[in-house]
Structure formats: C-alpha cells, structure tokens
C-alpha cells in the first residue's frame, strides 16, 4: 500500500525559532493535509491542500502541496510553547473515498 | 455541536477479556471512522462506514476485532479476546462528504 516518509522525527527547537517538516509519498496524492496532535487529544486538522503546488497558510503555519504531488511540506514561523506537540501529514486520494494515509509523525519541542 | 465523543477514556483488562470500545459521532455526519495509534505502527485506519454501512474493513487485525454502527448516532469497537498486542489508543474519527475528519480523544487500551 501507500506508504509516507515524515521527518524528522523529532525536533527540539528554541521559541522564536522557525520549523520544516516534511513528507514523502512512494506515489501521487490528490490531496495533502496535515493535523497536529496534542498530548492525550485526538489529531486536528491544521491545513489542507487540494493542488499541485498550492502554498497555503494558517496564521504562522504555512504549507506547501508538492508539483509531483508526491511531497509536502510544513513550516511554523516563530515559535511559541503551544506550538508542543506531534505533527501528521496526510494523503489521501479522491478514489479512495475517505481514507487517509498518515504519516509517522513529527514530535515538536519547544524550549522556552 | 460537543464533537465526536468516545468511551471510555482509558481502559485496564486482563488478556483474554472482551473489550467494547464506543463512539458517537457528529450529528449529521455520515462518514465515522475507527483508526488504532501506537508507538510503532503510527495512525492505522482499521475500518470506516459510510451512512452506518460498513465500507472498508481491510484494516482490521483479525477475527478477534469487530466493529457495528447500528444507527447513525453510534458504534462499537469490540475486541474478543484481547491480548496484550492490543494495547493502543483507538480513536473514531467522523466527516461528511468532502469534510473535514474530526477526532474523538481516543480510547487508552492497555491489556495485562
């Protein structure tokens, strides 16, 4: 099946400071999404991409749809401590109905 | 609208106990969705419906693992025998068509 490569992993930044992640696909995806978790809540949904290319932001959060539509990827600018958590991509393809592929996940720390 | 609501929070059994996992859904939304999350498999879709009709159960483990939605406003995860393997969060997601996934704050399963 699909499979997602999200990293890094992990990272452990100091506030203020700005934030890459990124993801890649062993094939296409129709759509991007990316979705922050918090500890002992269930994912939310932050950006949503529908096209090759498409920039888009939320705030301090901007995204970018990949032009092979195989990758996307994720910055935060000037962090702030709320901004913990573990950040998911997300594919998914319009013949598939609902289902999303997730990507593995970035843990974020932010040291004050 | 309260959000898509799961039951219990956490959960403590012994292996070989029968586990019932319980979500209800945003009203008027038609997708609902059971995924599993740990450690070293990340987000796993196990099974969606689509207007209380089972669509994709290709995730679910095995035979010890089932899931209903009798009516719109409910489902049940049920895990019959558990076996410590199954310890995860299980969250249930729900959307309407073309919508936004929105997550319940998952279950905590741990079996001993």
């Known amino acids: 099946g699909q499979q997602l490569n999200q990293s890094p992993q992990s990272m452990f930044i100091q506030e203020g400071e700005d934030v890459s992640m990124n993801c890649t696909s062993s094939s296409i995806f129709n759509t991007w999404l990316w979705y922050k978790q918090d500890p002992g809540e269930g994912p939310v949904l932050l950006i949503a991409?529908?096209?090759?290319?498409e920039l888009t932001s939320n705030g301090r959060l901007t995204a970018q749809f990949g032009i092979t539509r195989k990758d996307s990827f994720l910055n935060i600018s000037a962090s702030i401590p709320s901004d913990v958590g573990i950040y998911f991509c997300?594919?998914?393809?319009?013949?598939?109905?609902?289902?999303?592929?997730f990507g593995s996940g970035t843990q974020l720390t932010v040291l004050p | 609208d309260a959000g898509v609501i799961q039951s219990p929070r956490h959960e403590v059994t012994e292996m070989g106990q029968e586990v019932t996992l319980r979500c209800k859904p945003i009203?008027?939304?038609?997708?609902l969705f059971w995924y599993r999350q740990t450690m070293m498999r990340g987000l796993e879709l196990l099974i969606y419906f689509n207007n209380n009709v089972p669509i994709d159960d290709s995730g679910m483990p095995e035979d010890r693992f089932s899931a209903k939605m009798p009516n719109a406003s409910f489902s049940t995860l049920k895990i019959q025998p558990s076996e410590p393997r199954d310890s995860a969060v299980y969250f249930c997601?729900?959307?309407?068509?073309?919508?936004?996934?929105?997550f319940g704050e998952g279950s905590r399963l741990t079996v001993l």
């Open positions: 997601a729900s959307s309407d068509l073309g919508g936004e996934l929105f």
């Open positions: 997300a594919g998914q393809n319009s013949g598939s109905a609902r289902q999303l592929t």
């Open positions: 009203s008027g939304h038609d997708y």
């Open positions: 991409l529908y096209k090759a290319g």
